[in-house]
Structure formats: structure tokens, C-alpha cells
């Protein structure tokens, strides 16, 4: 069994545990030594970053290769049409090529926590939610995907990675999963890769778990 940590990363923390400027790190809140983050979060971005000491588990959840789902919540500029939304489930065309297809669809403005400092709104122009699944780990890409299709997007909240979701986490708060890592599974791609006592998971069960858990409130 190797052990997990969930952390629900606040805006404005970088995903490392050093930071030569003094801005807010990793550090600040996860007090585990030994772990390091499996993938990044955008300084800019919220939500579910994973993090351990095993590099075998490391490996599975954050190499390209194995295609891991992580799933988004973005509020952006715009109401988005059901073109735009055709448009990120093809894949769009960006700088360093075209995105592999995504899952997207509208979101019901999700009761989550507030940001600090809050987005700017401006009055003439409105927003909507959108949720987007991807399976790839490109440099800021759901951003640059929702602008590509004319959005910007204006808050990023990372809500699950594979079977991992956020669910009750508020702001800066973790928990730890004992997870199975079968012997052959260095070889393997992550559905090798089991879950010993953990919650619901999914990004159905981080959306409910948002909703009731500690730390949320309504808009």
C-alpha cells in the first residue's frame, strides 16, 4: 500500500515547496515530508493536486502516456454555444498542435467556495460555467483551449484526476488514501492502479461532495 495525499490547492499557491520571491508554496500547508507533487497546478488555478513518495504511484498518475482523466470546472467570459462546445470536444488547434477530444459541457454555476481575491466581472460582459475532461497535461491548456473557441477563462477549479475528486476538501485542506499498487503495474496504465479506504469518486462524487462539504458556500 502506498500513501495519497489530496490537497485542494487555494488560488495563488505554487505547486512546489520552495520559492526563492517568498509567495505562498506547497509548504504552507502540507506538512508530510517526503511527498511531492504527481503533476501541476497553474499558480493561478484551484482544486485537487495529488501528491506521494512512492515514484511507482508518481508515475502512474502523472506520465502523458497513461492518459489519466482530470476534470475541470471553468468560468469564462461569454455565454458558450453548443458550437464552441462541438469545437473542444473535436479538439482545438493551438500553438503546439491540435488538443486530443475532450469532454465539455455547461455547468449550473456550481456551489463552491468564493475566490480570494475574486474574479473581475464586468457588467457588459457575461459568464458562464463550463466542465472539461481531459486526458492530456499541456502547459495551461484548458485555458488556452477555451480561448481558442473565444472564452477566457476567468477561474480554473480542478475537481478530480482519475478516480481521485476533491469531495468535502475546502480551501487548503488534505486527506490522506491508502492506495494498491500491484507489483506489474510500473508496465501498466492507471486503471492498474486500485484504491484502498477511500470515498466516492469520480467528478459526480466531487461535485456532491462540494456541495455538502466543509469549507462551500452558495454564490
Known amino acids: 500500500m502506498s500513501q495519497l495525499i489530496l490537497f485542494n490547492k487555494p488560488y495563488g499557491v505554487l ?24 503533476g501541476r497546478l497553474d499558480y493561478d488555478s484551484e482544486g485537487l493536486l495529488l501528491l506521494t513518495a512512492d ?24 455565454e458558450v454555444s453548443e458550437a464552441a462546445l462541438s469545437q473542444l470536444r473535436k479538439g482545438v488547434q493551438l500553438k503546439d498542435g491540435r488538443t486530443a477530444p475532450a469532454k465539455a459541457r455547461i455547468l449550473p454555476a456550481p456551489d463552491i467556495w468564493p475566490r480570494v481575491p475574486p474574479i473581475r466581472e464586468r457588467k457588459s460582459i457575461p459568464t458562464c460555467w463550463i466542465e472539461l475532461t481531459i486526458s492530456e497535461g499541456r502547459n495551461r491548456q484548458v485555458r488556452r483551449m477555451t480561448a481558442a473557441v473565444g472564452h ?10 482519475g478516480n481521485w475528486s476533491l469531495g468535502g476538501l475546502a480551501p487548503g485542506e488534505q486527506r490522506a488514501e491508502e492506495v494498491f499498487l500491484p ?9 492498474g492502479v486500485g484504491r484502498g479506504r477511500a470515498g466516492k469518486s469520480g467528478a459526480a462524487a466531487g461535485a456532491r461532495g462540494q456541495k455538502r462539504g466543509p469549507g462551500t458556500r452558495k454564490r
Open 15 to 38: 505547486c512546489q515547496f520552495t520559492d526563492p520571491e517568498g509567495r505562498p508554496t506547497l509548504a504552507d500547508y502540507v506538512k508530510k515530508p517526503g511527498v511531492y507533487a504527481a
Open 183 to 191: 507489483a506489474s503495474s510500473s508496465k501498466k496504465s492507471p486503471r
Open 152 to 161: 477566457p477563462t476567468l477561474r480554473l477549479v480542478r475537481t478530480a484526476i
Open 55 to 78: 515514484g511507482q504511484l508518481q508515475h502512474q498518475i502523472a506520465h502523458p502516456s497513461n492518459k489519466l482523466p482530470k476534470v475541470y470546472w471553468a468560468q469564462v467570459e461569454g
